[in-house]
């Protein structure tokens, strides 16, 4: 299958989401079943680690459909590279989206220390290291949601940036071989919107 059908499929999942028609029963896998050696997922979800933002539900797609990559704010780390370039490589993967969300807990966090007004304990700096570049552009007479919506959008815009920059993407790209998008959740009604 190639990229733009498993757009479709996926596109198609999230408005039977918002719908409330899920034809996906997302219970206990069925004991009787094997994972296949044929796996072939429809797309790497490289997506957020919150909790309400399951992108097997949004997207109402079944076990194994997708290659779901997880990490606070979306970041792209060496290891996340690692895994989407297997998923191409040995699972014959053509679509990657990179999965914001709204109100992003982690960009929210990276936003505030943006400007200024708090830092991040231990770890957590790892992950702010990983979002501050994408605000770099921000207009900083944005305030509240509008500031923040901006900025996960940013974040997603960068995160693919990132991907987009591993040695032969591009010319895949070009070769229409995979897609590479950016996408983000709103969270009052579950629609996915495709950024340009």
């Known amino acids: 299958m190639d990229w733009r059908e498993a757009l479709q499929r996926l596109m198609a999942g999230n408005r ?49 459909d997708l ?22 490589a040995h699972l014959g993967t053509q679509l990657f989206i990179v999965l914001g969300h709204e109100g992003c807990g982690a960009v929210e966090a990276a936003l505030e220390e943006h400007r200024g007004r708090a830092g991040q304990p231990g770890s957590i700096e790892v992950l702010m290291r990983l979002i501050r570049p994408a605000l770099n552009d921000l207009d900083p007479q944005l305030e509240g949601p509008a500031a923040l919506m901006a900025a996960v959008e940013a974040n997603v815009r ?14 895949a790209i070009d070769e229409a071989r995979i897609q590479i998008l950016g996408a983000v959740c709103e969270l009052e009604s579950g629609l996915v919107r495709f950024l340009d």
Do not use: T, Y
């Open 158 to 171: 960068w995160s693919v940036r990132h991907i987009i920059a591993m040695p032969g993407v591009r010319k």
């Open 16 to 64: 039977r989401f918002v719908e409330g028609k899920s034809i996906q029963p997302h219970r206990a896998f069925p004991l009787q079943h094997r994972w296949s050696d044929e796996a072939r997922p429809l797309a790497v979800i490289l997506g957020c680690s919150d909790a309400v933002v399951s992108p097997e539900l949004i997207f109402d797609q079944g076990f194994g």
């Open 67 to 88: 290659f779901v990559i997880r990490v606070a704010g979306n970041v792209v780390a060496r290891s996340v590279l690692g895994s989407m370039q297997f998923a191409g």
